[in-house]
């Protein structure tokens, strides 16, 4: 009996260390992420994950058009319907801007839950911030995109009854899944910005990574959308405090094919668009063209002339992909609208007319005047389209626009003499949900 | 000491029958290992004397000149002799294949159950039937032997053999191979099968869940020989040589030569070569495309050109792969073993040498194995010690070149007038990726040799494995009290491969690349970033195993009840490195190479436009498996008639997740058994034996593929920043858990009377749950698929085994009859798969319908050839139609026609033995029903058909044909669609259904016993024939639904095998 005894110690002894026997990796070149470097890796995939943002609004958008013989070749029935403004868009395709989207939440929750698991050192506490605040920041730019594509704009007087997006806060796959509220769903991207601008350091050793400069950005963009000037003049002060350089465009070279460099000295957060195909046979908008002034040097800059048609190539990404980062161009431009929506027209044609000196040719430049914030406010709108040129921006614009009658846009397309319009308000500046998030989910659907 | 009480008791029964009445001794041995015999019975025929041998099998009884001796021993064919004038009468009794079953001791690779007790389903070959056929590797002799279980032929061969079919859809799908109580993680031709003693196969969960989460595809038990304590040292050799067919290289048919060069005299006509001539990468033109633009540019006469053409046309490149590439394939095989043993030890040591020449030149192989193994009982029987070493070293050479492999360039299949010796046997050149005169022109610039010369490749490439395998078994056991016994076993396993490939610099491989990244200035200057010399790539595989068990064995009787019963615990890692890298510029005389530049592009010489980065094959893996696992087994039997048995384990991995591992049911199984024949009403007579079984319980299988952590992928650069970056490769999932395959198995073992026949019949269910299969979610989960727990599939089926005695005389005939049927059909399955992926691999598995089998085929519906034009027609929204852009890119999967299953349903075979003295004859026919395949047409695609399958000649060419072929006319103008929709559409899907001739095996056997004064005990002259042929097939369009490439080759060998 003592020899029994004896064994069953021994094997006893041998399943007690058994958790770590257990714990041994499977196979060495597959990690599973649970350090600091490894965390910083999965923020770094800027090839199929981040910097990368929805291209729906700019398909929706005025910034240009396009001639019937390329949109019949068009890519996906995706890019054809949302250029038309059809009611339904996706003809059973799967929707590449959601599910790119929420793969970065899903990224970005899959980070956050690592973080939690770990205790963080008095030497690794500044990346462990960095980490937790960059995280949060894609998170909360992912939702805010989301939002200005799936959900309706943004009043602040009717938010209860409106249906926001699904607000994953984890990577549990099981976990059900719902449609928030408007206000919810604000709610998390702005209680994500706001927690990670107190994590992220000022500047970012690269400008793929978020840093509180861009969180800045970001909150200015977004309180603009939600139409809280105030707010959105103060956090456009703290972003032009951090970066405030301007490119003068006099030092560009038209004569290159592509003039602006990427991760120039405006780019705050380096950020690209869907790269749908649409993009390159899209002519820019001939009223819009012809609305910029001869001795503008974004005339030349932004547009080159194709047999007789001007075709963009004021990319900010170094590439042909089109921008849709933060940069301080649009940050003037948003401290010059609130400026001159909260009265002020001095500060706002002052912030406007620095702009639009780094943007005409030597000794040319007219500073723009005004006689009333109102007159102000229309320049500093007019010459956010014309600075703004497929930036990501306009769709946004003119969801929020339509609100006000004095700057509410109807759209108009005409394609093979068909004409298609899009009037203010309309349901469809809300796109439809992708059909298998529907059937598979079973959340409920726009209407438009 | 029962001899001495019996036979007193004789010489008083014998007081009362005749005087003439004399003492008869001598011996019984059993014929297939001269061991004696214990316990035989010996019957004085007509009268109740008789006794039993004692434990050397001797015997001595009274009886008369004119009496019959008979001797009957459980197991072995009775023998009956006159007693005539002899005093000393010895017998040889020959084993009784019918009703071996009797005697079978099953192994799981935990305990030893005799068949009386055991309640699950197994199958098993014993020495006899493993030798049976002539191989090098021990699986191959299971084939149609053993019932359940099949080779998987055709299609993907990632699970060559299945035990009662499929159990999963993307995990493993390998049986477990156990070989002396461990399972065995290396290359199973590492293994000598005249090592074996007997292969079980474990296939419900009753069998098998005392291997738990590796059981879920049936468990494969090799049990090797050891000595016996029961013999005194013998010498065993064997050897045998086998040689076999060279591969048929027409046997699948295809265009002419002649109708090759005049189809490609029309598409250089319709100018289908211009754009290719025009190509700046310089692609390689067919010897004949360039003699037609050599004479368009009048360069060559047209008189020359014909001539030339005309010498062309009576060659065919496949008579050279026959005369320069193929050989007859020779086996030879060599085995020595000693075995033997006393009381306290007993040892078996061998040594086997096999030497293999494939088919193709330049392909051999062989494998040197040692085996040596020590039991000792010591301290009165109470603890026994065991040592065993098994060891193996093979090289394989695989330098053939294999004419399937031979293209002209990779879209160009190779020309059929190719030559690859001159009339002296020297090598010649056969066009090769870029076109002559390129090449050429680059030679006279100073870059290297530039042809490629098949034949002299075969010596110039030198690509050689060698691997070492060695295991190290251990074990002690030592027994408490009578009963109850604990016993450790160790095993070490490792096996260390190194595969050396070896251009040499006079290799087209090494030339070619060197050529390609030669750099040319514009002064003329070369530079070279592969530096002149051959290439040597290594890779070296090593992977070791600790293997540790601890267990207690409980076996008690208490008047009618039995007890049974085994726990324990095991602990298992396997880890398996590798490492592969290349030298350039590698001089094998001075073992020296060159650095390169991996980093840079460089411009490409054959096209200035493409830029590309030097080769690189480095790479690591390191991979660790552990298995912390914890058993029991129990079966409890009631006066010999009732067993109810149960089993349970539970296995910890580290491929497992947290709660998998903490919360995780063991997997379990339970069973019963009845014998009904035991019972005191039964009196059915002509059945003396029956039993009827049942078991239900589950088995597991897992999938490495997927694991519970949250995993990642890293990656050297991004684009954008330089920085790494890291792709999340696997969602957590901590509720991943092993697939469970629920088996239910109900058995019946019956016997007939006088051995006539016996055998039993079982059906199974089997559902396959918590499969590991893809899953669509929804995509704001941030992902679109998912692999998972979320599969599910359900299949049943039938094993009969039928073993009769048909003539039991001096000629005596048996017949063993296997039939076995498996279906599986998908139940849950969601991620469905599109009809292109149907059409294209559903046949070989991975993509999936509901409600169908995972290996299912599917065609589009064919609505004959049109009249007008030989075009052919499907259907296209319920009309026929030739929209084959249509048909092709949009009809759904509910629309294409659903065949049925690409793997038979129905399956076995049919052995015939027959002996007759010294002569035995076995032969087995085999036979694989219920399913399907596509066969191979003509593919016309843009170049009317060039070189495409021999259908070519039975095309429809004119009005009418429409009524005797299917094959369409050659397409007046080309439509990308029309050729896959013809190929995928069901006048190509045929009946796989066929019955083979598959083997022969005769013997003649001399023994010492019957043939006094032989040099040694046993000796056996054998033959064995292979692959004999199809005796019927469903389908007349191939010469072997099994084998569609190159044709099942016969095999013929001759051995001798003696025991000294």
Redesign the interface.
Same mark, same amino acid.
């Given at each position: 009996m003592k020899r029994v005894i004896i064994l069953f110690t021994f094997l006893l002894c041998i399943s007690s260390c058994s958790d770590d026997f257990l714990e041994k990796k499977s196979d060495k070149s597959i990690i599973v992420p649970t350090t600091y470097n490894d965390l910083q890796s999965l923020l770094d995939n800027n090839v199929d994950v981040f910097n990368m943002d929805p291209g729906l609004g700019f398909i929706g958008s005025d910034d240009y058009t396009i001639e019937e013989m390329y949109w019949q070749y068009l890519n996906t029935p995706t890019e054809r319907n949302a250029y038309i403004w059809n009611t339904e868009i996706y003809e059973g395709e799967t929707g590449y801007d959601w599910n790119a989207a929420y793969k970065q939440v899903f990224y970005s929750n899959v980070i956050l839950e690592q973080l939690d698991r770990l205790d963080p050192s008095e030497a690794e506490i500044n990346t462990w911030n960095t980490l937790r605040g960059s995280a949060l920041f894609f998170r909360s730019m992912a939702f805010f995109n989301l939002l200005q594509l799936f959900a309706s704009p943004y009043h602040a007087n009717d938010l209860e009854g409106k249906p926001g997006i699904p607000i994953r806060l984890t990577a549990d796959i099981n976990a059900p899944i719902t449609r928030a509220s408007l206000r919810e769903s604000y709610d998390q991207v702005i209680a994500d910005l706001e927690e990670a601008l107190a994590l992220l350091p000022v500047h970012a050793a690269y400008k793929t990574r978020p840093s509180k400069t861009a969180a800045y950005g970001l909150l200015a963009r977004i309180y603009l959308v939600m139409r809280d000037y105030e707010k959105a003049k103060v956090f456009s002060d703290s972003c032009l405090v951090h970066s405030s350089a301007l490119m003068d465009y006099n030092q560009l070279d038209p004569a290159k094919a592509r003039p602006i460099a990427q991760f120039n000295e405006e780019v705050i957060f380096h950020s690209t668009q869907t790269s749908y195909g649409i993009r390159v046979d899209a002519y820019v908008n001939v009223d819009l063209y012809a609305s910029y002034d001869n001795n503008d040097l974004r005339k030349v800059i932004f547009v080159r002339n194709v047999g007789g048609k001007p075709v963009f190539r004021g990319w900010y990404t170094g590439s042909t992909r089109l921008f849709s980062g933060i940069a301080t161009d649009e940050i003037y431009l948003t401290r010059a609208e609130c400026f001159a929506r909260l009265g002020d027209k001095d500060k706002a044609l002052a912030d406007l007319n620095l702009l639009l000196q780094n943007r005409c040719a030597n000794g040319t430049f007219v500073p723009r005047a005004a006689s009333t914030a109102e007159e102000a406010l229309a320049i500093v709108l007019a010459e956010r389209r014309k600075e703004l040129l497929f930036r990501n921006t306009r769709w946004s614009d003119l969801r929020r626009l339509n609100a006000e009658v004095n700057f509410a846009t109807p759209l108009t397309r005409t394609l093979n003499g068909a004409v298609y319009t899009l009037p203010p308000n309309d349901g469809r500046f809300v796109y439809p949900i992708p059909p298998d998030e529907i059937l598979i989910s079973g959340i409920p659907q726009n209407a438009r | 000491m029962k001899q001495k009480l019996l036979i007193p008791l004789m010489i008083v029964l014998n007081l009362t029958s005749f005087a003439q009445s004399r003492r008869v001794q001598g011996k019984v041995i059993s014929a297939a290992d001269q061991q004696p015999l214990p316990g035989v019975n010996v019957i004085v025929k007509g009268t109740t004397h008789g006794i039993s041998t004692d434990a050397e099998g001797n015997f001595a009884v009274q009886a008369s000149e004119n009496d019959v001796l008979v001797f009957s021993f459980i197991g072995y064919t009775t023998a009956e002799v006159a007693v005539g004038g002899e005093t000393v009468i010895n017998v040889s009794l020959v084993e009784d294949i019918t009703t071996l079953s009797e005697v079978m001791v099953y192994s799981t690779g935990y305990e030893q159950l005799p068949k009386e007790r055991v309640t699950g389903s197994f199958a098993m070959a014993d020495h006899e039937l493993v030798n049976r056929k002539v191989s090098t590797n021990v699986l191959d002799r299971l084939e149609d032997v053993t019932s359940g279980l099949i080779f998987n032929r055709g299609g993907s061969a990632s699970d060559p053999i299945s035990i009662r079919g499929r159990s999963t859809l993307f995990a493993n799908a390998n049986p477990l191979v156990v070989i002396d109580n461990f399972p065995y993680d290396g290359d199973l031709s590492n293994i000598n099968p005249n090592d074996v003693e007997s292969i079980t196969v474990l296939k419900d969960a009753a069998a098998a869940s005392i291997w738990g989460a590796r059981a879920g595809n049936g468990v494969i038990v090799i049990t090797t020989r050891r000595g016996s304590e029961r013999n005194a040292s013998r010498i065993s050799f064997n050897s045998n040589i086998t040689i076999g067919e060279k591969p048929d290289p027409f046997y699948v048919p295809i265009m002419s030569t002649a109708d090759y060069i005049a189809t490609e005299r029309q598409l250089f006509e319709n100018g289908y070569y211009t754009s290719i001539e025009n190509q700046l990468t310089h692609r390689a033109l067919t010897p004949v495309v360039e003699l037609l633009i050599a004479n368009r540019d009048g360069l060559l006469s047209s008189e020359e050109l014909e001539t030339k053409l005309a010498a062309l046309r009576n060659k065919d490149v496949r008579n050279d792969y026959s005369k320069y590439l193929y050989q007859k394939s020779v086996n030879q095989q060599y085995a020595l073993s000693l075995s033997g043993g006393s009381k306290p030890h007993q040892y078996y040591v061998s040594v086997g040498y096999d030497k293999n020449d494939a088919t193709l030149v330049g392909n051999a192989k062989d494998r040197l194995t040692l085996n040596a193994r020590n039991n000792w009982s010591l301290l009165k029987d109470k603890v026994s010690v065991s040592g065993d070493l098994y060891y193996t070293c093979s090289t394989h050479q695989n330098n053939g070149i294999d004419p399937s492999t031979l293209r002209m360039t990779t879209f160009d299949r190779l020309y059929p007038y190719a030559s690859f010796a001159d009339d002296n046997g020297n090598p010649l050149s056969i066009t090769q990726d870029y076109r002559e005169g390129f090449k050429r022109e680059a030679e006279a610039k100073g870059l290297l040799d530039w042809s490629y010369r098949p034949l002299q490749e075969l010596h110039e490439v030198d690509k050689t494995t060698k691997a070492t395998d060695y295991r190290v078994n251990a074990s002690v056991s030592?027994q408490?009290i009578p009963g109850l016994s604990?016993n450790v076993l160790y095993q070490f396993w490792n096996s260390d491969t190194q595969g050396r490939n070896h251009y040499s610099e006079k290799s087209y491989f090494a030339r070619n690349l060197v050529n390609q990244y030669t750099q040319v200035s514009t002064t003329g200057q070369r530079t070279l970033p592969i530096p002149e010399g051959g290439i040597l790539d290594i890779n070296n595989q090593s992977a070791f195993s600790n293997n540790l068990r601890?267990q207690?064995n409980f076996n008690k009787a208490f008047g009618k009840h039995q007890v049974n019963a085994i726990a324990g615990?095991e602990?298992k890692e396997v880890r398996t490195n590798g490492t592969q890298y290349r030298y350039y510029g590698y001089n094998d005389a001075l073992a020296n190479s060159s650095a390169v530049d991996y980093a840079t592009q460089f411009q490409q010489y054959y096209y200035a436009f493409t830029q590309a980065r030097i080769p690189s094959v480095d790479g690591?893996?390191?991979?660790?498996?552990?298995f /912390?696992s914890y058993y029991g087994n129990a079966a409890y039997t009631y006066n010999q008639r009732y067993t109810l048995s149960v089993s349970a384990r539970k296995d910890?991995?580290? /491929?497992?997740g947290v709660e998998a591992?903490q919360k995780g049911v063991p997997l379990w199984s339970t069973g019963f058994s009845w014998n009904i024949s035991e019972e005191p009403f039964y009196n059915v007579s002509f059945l003396p034996h029956l039993k009827f079984r049942a078991t239900y319980g589950y088995n597991g299988n897992i999938d490495?593929t997927v694991?519970a952590?949250?995993?990642?992928?890293?990656?050297g650069t991004?684009?954008?920043?330089g920085? *790494?970056?890291?792709?999340? /490769?696997n969602? *957590?999932n901590p509720s991943l858990q092993w697939e469970r395959i629920r088996i239910v198995n109900l058995g019946l073992d019956f016997e007939i009377i006088r051995n006539i026949a016996s055998g039993s019949i079982e059906y199974y269910r089997k559902n396959g749950e918590d499969l590991i299969g893809f899953a669509?979610?929804?995509?704001?989960?941030? /992902?679109?698929r998912?692999k998972g727990n979320t599969a599910s599939t359900k299949g049943h089926g039938v094993d009969i085994v039928l073993n009769t005695t048909n003539v039991n005389r001096a000629v005596k005939w048996q017949t063993n009859f296997l039939f076995s049927t498996s279906q599986l059909t998908v139940t849950h399955y969601k991620d469905e798969a599109t009809s292109w992926y149907l059409l294209n691999y559903g046949d070989t598995g991975g993509y999936l319908r509901e409600g169908n089998t995972p290996f299912g085929l599917y065609s589009y519906a064919w609505a004959g050839l049109d009249p007008a034009t030989g075009d052919p027609q499907g259907y296209w929204e319920g009309a026929v139609s030739k929209d084959y852009l249509e048909i092709t890119q949009n009809t759904k999967p509910e629309d294409l026609v659903y065949h049925g299953p690409a793997r038979p349903t129905t399956f076995g075979s049919i052995r015939n033995t027959f002996s007759w003295h010294n002569l035995s004859l076995s032969f087995n026919i085999s036979y694989r029903l219920g399913y399907y395949f596509r066969r191979n047409s003509i593919s016309y695609g843009n170049n009317l058909g060039l070189g495409g399958h021999g259908d070519y000649y039975e095309r429809w060419k004119n009005r009418g044909d429409e009524k005797h072929t299917q094959i369409p006319s050659i397409p007046a103008s080309y439509d990308a669609n029309q050729g896959p929709f013809y190929a995928f559409s069901e006048v190509l899907v045929e009946k796989g259904d066929h019955i083979r001739f598959q083997d022969i095996q005769f013997s003649y056997t001399l023994a010492k016993s019957s043939t006094p004064g032989m040099p040694f005990q046993r000796a056996q002259v054998y033959m064995y024939v292979n692959n004999l042929g199809i005796l019927w097939k469903a389908s007349d369009k191939v010469p072997d639904p099994d084998y569609r490439q190159y044709g099942a080759l016969k095999t013929y060998a001759l051995g001798l095998k003696v025991d000294f």
């Open positions: - | 030592y408490f604990a601890a207690l615990y602990v690591q893996t390191d991979l660790t498996d552990r /912390l910890q991995s580290n /491929l497992f591992n490495k694991t952590y949250t995993t990642a992928q890293t990656f991004n684009s954008i920043t920085l *790494p970056y890291a792709r999340i /490769l969602p *957590p669509p979610v929804a995509p704001s989960t941030g /992902l679109n998912y």
